[in-house]
């Protein structure tokens, strides 16, 4: 059963313009999101969080998005470069405890010059 | 600043051997966790431990075992290896703040099980 899903295996989107990672759940318990971006060959890297209490969040070129009727966030990047290149990943928590985190599969994105 | 360290990086085993993954963390973080990648799947939790001492089982605890006798090491022992335990093995520290800075993650275990 799969809490955390993100449905599109990969984007490709051009150098320069919007990219948008979407990301859904079910557990209603999720208080907190968070993105990671990994190249190959390494570990994931943080890029930026939400609290449920929030609906945006923005850090530079990202901006995180989160719809809690529709159990629905989206990472947006603006503008986009080719470093952006990587798999990102959607992950939630409950803000307590262990804080484990529960990983979506992941979104393969290529910026195309 | 090494951050998290993960040795090996690579090994291959055959089926019912078995090995240690060591992570080492020198940022005083009180959380550990060892999470698998495998294709299509995301990242699944093994194990994790809140402290020193402590260690619980998370969503995938199936033929692995874990220790964390010092603060800063946590070992992720398989003693039957299988070839469904091929995977990319992930290690990650955090602080109880981790909701707002994240995990730490080591650069990763490719294992290889035939």
């Known amino acids: 059963d799969q809490q955390v899903k993100q449905n599109s295996p990969s984007l490709s989107v051009q150098e320069g313009r919007i990219s948008i990672l979407n990301c859904d759940y079910t557990n209603s318990m999720f208080d907190y999101f968070l993105w990671y971006k990994k190249y190959p060959a390494e570990g994931p890297t943080f890029l930026i969080s939400?609290?449920?209490?929030?609906d945006k969040n923005e850090d530079g070129r990202f901006t995180v998005f989160l719809n809690k009727s529709a159990k629905h966030l989206s990472l947006h990047i603006v503008p986009s470069q080719p470093g952006d290149s990587a798999v990102y990943f959607c992950?939630?928590?409950?803000?307590?405890?262990?804080?484990?985190?529960?990983f979506g599969q992941g979104t393969r994105l290529t910026i195309n010059p | 600043n090494a951050g998290v360290t993960q040795t090996p990086k690579f090994r291959v085993l055959k089926t019912g051997q078995s090995m240690t993954l060591l992570c080492a963390q020198d940022?005083?973080?009180?959380?550990m966790y060892w999470y698998r990648q495998d294709p299509g799947m995301g990242l699944r939790l093994i194990h994790y431990?809140?402290?020193?001492?402590?260690?619980a089982k998370g969503e995938v605890p199936d033929g692995y075992n874990v220790s964390r006798l010092k603060k800063q090491n946590f070992l992720l022992g398989l003693e039957s290896a299988a070839p469904s335990q091929t995977s990319v093995y992930f290690c990650a520290s955090s602080p109880p703040e981790a909701t707002v800075y994240g995990y730490t993650f080591g650069s990763g275990t490719r294992l290889t099980v035939v």
């Open positions: 939400i609290s449920s209490i929030k």
């Open positions: 940022m005083n973080h009180e959380y």
């Open positions: 992950a939630a928590t409950v803000h307590r405890g262990a804080q484990k985190l529960v």
């Open positions: 431990s809140v402290g020193e001492g402590t260690t």
